[in-house]
């Protein structure tokens, strides 16, 4: 089975640009999830979805961040406009419903200079 | 809120030799499941091992093996026979449950794993 599919792989961008992630979740996967993963730390949730609807966004920095899943598949996360705080990886993992273990994609490496 | 502390954020270990990766966590709930993630430099984690909290027995995947204590709240990965492989960053990771009816995974910061030829 394909694995989750996040793109771009990398990105440099500068303060105050947006910039999008793209994340395709595993075929038949309900639940998905974006983390933030800054150099050194474990990832943290960003947003969490279960089919299109979203469960978890706390800790979400609302004010520059959106994130979207319309159709309950792909999803897409929006930085809008970017800090150099926003360095990092974008991590997208999926998980089927009830089950234990998440799958995780390769990330996006975002560098804001 | 639960939370998980890792607090090696490094380990080195010779080739073919064992070497133990601390983690404690803290929950108010009775069960749980617990991970172990590897994140070698292609950033993709991959899961190494996973702990039922109801069950005793500790979990094995070949050279992985675990050392869960619930009451202390801690859960160990042990490596045995360590290949070069085997280098990576290590996250420890607890699984909570939300009234969705859906669960969300809470990461601790990690433990890099040198292994040495």
């Known amino acids: 089975e394909a694995g989750v599919a996040q793109s771009p792989r990398y990105k440099i961008i500068e303060k105050r640009q947006s910039v999008a992630f793209w994340c395709n979740p595993i075929?038949?996967?309900?639940?998905l999830y974006w983390y933030q993963q800054i150099l050194g730390q474990g990832p943290k949730l960003l947003i969490q979805?279960?089919?299109?609807?979203?469960?978890?966004d706390s800790q979400l920095p609302k004010d520059r961040f959106s994130a979207e899943r319309l159709k309950g598949v792909d999803s897409t996360l929006k930085i809008q406009p970017a800090k150099l705080e926003d360095s990092a990886v974008y991590l997208c993992?999926?998980?089927?419903?009830?089950?234990?273990?998440?799958?995780f994609g390769q990330g996006t490496r975002l560098t804001v200079v | 809120a639960q939370t998980v502390t890792q607090s090696q954020p490094e380990m080195s270990v010779q080739e073919a030799e064992t070497v133990t990766l601390s983690c404690t966590y803290d929950t108010s709930e009775s069960d749980y499941y617990l991970f172990w993630y590897k994140q070698p430099p292609s950033r993709q984690m991959i899961l190494v091992i996973r702990q039922e909290a109801y069950k005793q027995q500790n979990a094995t995947e070949n050279r992985f093996s675990v050392n869960f204590q619930k009451a202390a709240k801690s859960f160990s990965l042990k490596i045995s026979d360590s290949q070069l492989g085997d280098a990576a960053m290590y996250f420890c990771a607890y699984r909570s449950y939300l009234r969705s009816g859906t669960y969300k995974y809470i990461f601790g910061t990690g433990t890099r794993l040198k292994v040495l030829a």
């Open positions: 979805f279960q089919n299109n609807g979203v469960v978890d």
């Open positions: 993992a999926s998980s089927r419903q009830g089950n234990t273990e998440a799958f």
């Open positions: 075929s038949g996967h309900a639940t």
